[in-house]
Nanobody, 127 residues
Framework: QVQLVESGGGLVQTGDSLRLSCVVS????????MGWFRQAPGMEREFVAAIRWSGSTAAYADSVKDRFTISRDNAKNTVYLQMSSVKPEDTAVYYCALGRQRYGSAYVKVEEGYDYWGQGTQVTVSS
């Protein structure tokens, strides 16, 4: 059974930093693109960042580029999202997702490119 478990969310202030983690079990993590998405209240879930199976390439939404960094540790089956200079508009539930295709690209920005999801972790940024 594949499981993705996020952690690291919480309440922070504008301008703070926060690191989210997602541990994957039950499938070969090192072969898969990993993604982060988020969903704000009343909004659709949106792409945040993704990283290639090797960690060599990453893709970002324009809204988080230069503020967020995605990384992975294949030895620990873990993907991270380092969030810096956070803004109130970053408030959302953040989900990690496991890519469908083995040895795929980092440029998987749609939900259909992922077949397993975590339960989400809440990030709230106060102004």
């Amino acid at each position: 059974q594949v499981q993705l478990v996020e952690s690291g969310g919480g309440l922070v202030q504008t301008g703070d930093s926060l690191r989210l983690s997602c541990v994957v079990s039950g499938r070969t993590f090192s072969m898969s693109t990993m993604g982060w998405f988020r969903q704000a209240p009343g909004m659709e879930r949106e792409f945040v960042a993704a990283i290639r199976w090797s960690g060599s390439t990453a893709a970002y939404a324009d809204s988080v580029k230069d503020r967020f960094t995605i990384s992975r540790d294949n030895a620990k089956n873990t993907v991270y999202l380092q969030m810096s200079s956070v803004k109130p508009e970053d408030t959302a539930v953040y989900y990690c997702a496991l890519g469908r295709q083995r040895y795929g690209s980092a440029y998987v920005k749609v939900e259909e490119g992922y077949d397993y999801w975590g339960q989400g972790t809440q990030v709230t940024v106060s102004s």
